[in-house]
């Protein structure tokens, strides 16, 4: 089992840069793929960044790469997301998820799923 408590999210003017935090509460962090979600209103849920146990491999659609950094510390079970140069594009619920597995950019290969949070960005 996993738990995971994002934070990190605000109210930010376009260009300026946001980092989101995603606590783990579990044994085996180290086993664990981690990823980042967004949803904006009335869409669907899009894939931010995903990023293995080591944190050597990295993967990022088009939409947020050289923008946005995936990174994790295993000895605190804590991912990152660290976002500069937000667009009002980037207002979405960002939700923070796991796998126990590779990493993977499929939102339904990952069994757990943090609470969600709020970023806007205003133009």
């Given amino acids: 089992q996993v738990q995971l408590v994002e934070s990190g999210g605000g109210l930010v003017q376009a260009g300026g840069s946001l980092r989101l935090h995603c606590a783990a509460s579990t044994r085996t962090f180290i086993a664990y793929a981690m990823a980042w979600f967004r949803q904006a209103p009335g869409k669907g849920r899009e894939f931010v960044a995903a990023i293995d146990w080591s944190g050597a491999n990295t993967v990022w659609p088009d939409s947020v790469k050289g923008r946005f950094t995936i990174s994790r ?51």
Wanted: glycine letters at 8%.
């Fill in 73 to 123: 510390d295993n000895a605190k079970k804590t991912v990152y997301l660290q976002m500069n140069s937000l667009k009002p594009e980037d207002t979405a619920v960002y939700y923070c998820a796991a796998r126990a597995g590779p990493i993977d950019y499929e939102d339904y290969k990952y069994g757990y799923w943090g609470q969600g949070t709020q970023v806007t960005v205003s133009s």
